[in-house]
């Protein structure tokens, strides 16, 4: 009888320990950038903010659900050397993926993407699927909310993480597009990498993953910040013509498709696998030119992140 009653509760310990690993594994691959990219964009932005601006999106996110948490965290983080102002910032540009893990209902998970699919072997330009659900459709919302006369001040403080944080996902290639081909089939496609495995190294990976990775994976708010100043340094404004050239977040939207097209699925060659256990190697240099892409992707995130609040919080 004891026996009986030690083996159910182990089991249920066992299954509850398989649902918690999937939930976790679900969480890892809806994300975007990592935190630690979110951070960096933000942190390129605070910086191109004047110190009026900077005061002002502070302001605003004090009214935000989780401000309290983030300063207490602050509080712990002292070391890091940032302003309090900064720190929140950079944090409120992870909030919307950490929600997802809440059983909310505003987590809006379409608002991180946008599916155009890439369809072989002329990859001519095709709408995503959901016009009114997507991460163009979701900069939009938030941009109206920050300017609406009757929005509360909690609402402002929500749409303003959501814009910092979308401002970021819109510049990551593979949030842009899906692959269809004999192996990925409509409408999802290779949901943006999440399904397409390659092994860059000893370990197999989604190639959504690998992309995500590449501004970094530590959550510590000071390297992301260096490194910020390092992108910025590396890729001042004047360096980057698409800033003049391309104002709107379909725009934002498109360029990721072609640079998903072009750098991220090399125009349908690269080879990749449903499986990890098939997961192909990655060109050598696939890697490293995939870093320099990204490095540049996040300076034109950062710098449109921060002509966006002088647009819409002056």
Not at 7 to 26: D, E, H, K, P, Y
Not at 170 to 175: A, G, R, S
Not at 183 to 201: E, M, Q, R, V
């Amino acid at each position: 009888m004891v026996l009986s009653v030690i083996v159910q509760v182990m089991n249920r310990v066992i299954v509850g320990c398989l649902m918690f690993t999937a939930m976790l594994l679900s969480c890892v691959e809806l994300r975007a950038w990592s935190g630690a990219g979110h951070m960096v964009i933000a942190a390129e932005a605070y910086k191109e903010l004047s110190p009026e601006l900077q005061t002002k999106v502070s302001e605003v996110l004090k009214s935000h659900p989780d401000y309290t948490k983030w300063e207490k965290a602050y509080q712990k983080e002292s070391s890091s050397g940032l302003a309090l102002g900064q720190y929140v910032f950079m944090r409120a540009s992870t909030w919307p993926d950490e929600i997802r893990r809440d059983d909310r209902g505003d987590v809006h998970s379409h608002w991180h993407y946008v599916n155009y699919p890439l369809i072989g072997p002329a990859f001519a330009f095709q709408s995503g699927p959901a016009t009114n659900d997507d991460i163009v459709f979701g900069i939009i919302q938030n941009e109206k909310v920050l300017t609406e006369a009757g929005a509360s001040k909690e609402a402002r403080a929500v749409a303003l993480s959501w814009l910092i944080h979308l401002v970021g996902d819109i510049h990551q290639p593979l949030h842009c597009a899906v692959l269809i081909n004999d192996t990925y089939h409509l409408p999802a496609g290779d949901k943006g990498g999440n399904d397409f495995y390659i092994k860059p190294a000893d370990e197999p990976i989604r190639l959504h993953s690998l992309w995500d990775g590449l501004l970094g994976k530590s959550y510590d708010p000071r390297p992301s910040a260096n490194y910020a100043i390092q992108i910025l340094s590396e890729h001042p404004r004047k360096s980057l013509a698409e800033l003049a050239k391309n104002k709107t977040a379909k725009d934002w939207s498109l360029e990721s498709r072609t640079i998903a097209l072009e750098r991220g699925y090399l125009r349908g060659k690269l080879a990749g696998s449903k499986t990890q256990e098939s997961a192909p190697p990655l060109p050598s240099d696939y890697t490293k030119n995939a870093k320099v892409i990204a490095e540049r992707r996040a300076a034109l995130a950062g710098y449109r992140l921060a002509d966006e609040l002088r647009h819409w919080l002056q």
